[in-house]
């Protein structure tokens, strides 16, 4: 058991390995700073505990 779990890690290692050390800023995607969500309804409320649906929820928690 303790062979295959040294083998399972070891395949799961050389697998994420490329992940860890891949290059995440070279693009130009969001270097602006702004964030734009659209939705089709704008939101109602900018108060987290108060709101009614996802769009007031995800608007009220970038303030």
Known sequence: MKLKAALLGATASLVLAPMAFAEGHEGERGRDGEVKIIYWQAPSIMNP???????????????
Do not use: F, M
């Open 49 to 63: 505990y108060l709101s009614g649906g996802t769009k007031d929820l995800e608007a009220a928690s970038l303030v």
